[in-house]
T-cell receptor, first 116, second 113 residues
Framework: KQEVTQIPAALSVPEGENLVLNCSFT??????LQWFRQDPGKGLTSLLLIQSSQREQTSGRLNASLDKSSGRSTLYIAASQPGDSATYLC???????????????FGAGTQVVVTP | KAGVTQTPRYLIKTRGQQVTLSCSPISGHRSVSWYQQTPGQGLQFLFEYFSETQRNKGNFPGRFSGRQFSNSRSEMNVSTLELGDSALYLC????????????FGPGTRLTVL
């Protein structure tokens, strides 16, 4: 059964510092991995999608890497700003014949606070 | 292009009642998935619909059901509500189903009293 873990659960950094968020998963049979941002009481905003054949994706100040063989992904946010304060979630979409097939399975998230 | 829309945004119901939530996907998207988010269990997959057919289902009791219409809009129904059904219900759409980016709506906050 796929397990997705995000460490740390919470993180507080001063403005300008780079953020490093970690995501690990136990089953490498995935279609893709997606990073989301969620503001309190709101829906999810897609940040980056990495297909299983890719090693990384970049968008502006965001960069995400994927090491499928070791079951890890890292989201880097450069030069953090107070507006980056939110909960960041990673999710993997399973493939193959397992119970995880076709389903997005989420980690519990990392709550980030960027202080001015 | 308009995003995923969900109605209503907030609902208050009492135990034993039933509820129907609606989701309109991004124009052109044909796959709709539903998720439940609670503080204790996090985000959990409910089901996915494509071309009016349920493609995939999570581990939820039969009280949770859904359907999709020919215009790709989807509804989710929960019968005989329990206190534990209080949650944020999110729907997501993607163009083809499978290995593609999911776009989420703002959610429906359901409170069961």
């Amino acid at each position: 059964k796929q397990e997705v873990t995000q460490i740390p659960a919470a993180l507080s950094v001063p403005e300008g510092e780079n953020l490093v968020l970690n995501c690990s998963f136990t089953d490498s049979a995935i279609y893709n991995l997606q990073w989301f941002r969620q503001d309190p009481g709101k829906g999810l905003t897609s940040l980056l999608l990495i297909q299983s054949s890719q090693r990384e994706q970049t968008s502006g100040r965001l960069n995400a890497s994927l090491d499928k063989s070791s079951g890890r992904s890292t989201l880097y946010i450069a030069a953090s700003q107070p507006g980056d304060s939110a909960t960041y979630l990673c999710a993997v979409k399973g493939r193959g014949t397992t119970d995880s097939w076709g389903k997005l399975q989420f980690g519990a998230g990392t709550q980030v606070v960027v202080t001015p | 292009k308009a995003g995923v829309t969900q109605t209503p945004r907030y609902l208050i119901k009492t135990r034993g009642q039933q509820v129907t939530l609606s989701c309109s996907p991004i124009s052109g998207h044909r796959s709709v998935s539903w998720y439940q988010q609670t503080p204790g269990q996090g985000l959990q997959f409910l089901f996915e619909y494509f071309s009016e057919t349920q493609r995939n289902k999570g581990n939820f009791p039969g009280r949770f059901s859904g359907r999709q219409f020919s215009n790709s809009r989807s509804e989710m129904n929960v019968s005989t509500l329990e206190l534990g059904d209080s949650a944020l219900y999110l729907c997501a759409s993607s163009f083809p189903p499978g290995a593609d980016e999911q776009f989420f709506g703002p959610g429906t906050r359901l409170t069961v009293l």
